[in-house]
């Protein structure tokens, strides 16, 4: 079992930076790649950002790729995600989640493990 607890979130204006957190429960944190998700109103949640356990591999959905950048301290139990040059329809809920050996970093459907979000706001 594992628990995440996101953090982070909050309003900004456009062009600004936020970094989100996500606190994970366990002692076998770096045995399993992490990543991060959004949802916006009326949206389905979608892929963000993907890391490792290592951190050696990194993956970014194309809307947020040399803006976003995803890391993580295997010592802190913490997973990162560093938000610049924000925009507007950056605007959702963050979402971290836990991907289990073997399965694809970018696919929903593989993450089992959910925190339950923090919101980012970006205005205009």
């Known amino acids: 079992q594992v628990q995440l607890a996101e953090s982070g979130g909050g309003l900004v204006q456009a062009g600004g930076s936020l970094r989100v957190s996500c606190a994970a429960s366990g002692r076998t944190f770096s045995s399993y790649a992490m990543g991060w998700f959004r949802q916006a109103p009326g949206k389905e949640r979608e892929f963000v950002a993907a890391i490792s356990w290592s951190g050696g591999r990194t993956y970014y959905a194309d809307s947020v790729k040399a803006r976003f950048t995803i890391s993580r301290d295997n010592a802190k139990n913490t997973v990162y995600l560093q938000m610049n040059s924000l925009k507007p329809e950056d605007t959702a809920v963050y979402y971290c989640?836990?991907?289990?050996?073997?399965?694809?970093?970018?696919?929903?459907?593989?993450?089992?493990?959910w925190g339950q979000g923090t919101q980012v706001t970006v205005s205009s």
């Open positions: 989640a836990v991907c289990p050996w073997g399965r694809s970093m970018t696919s929903r459907d593989e993450y089992n493990y």
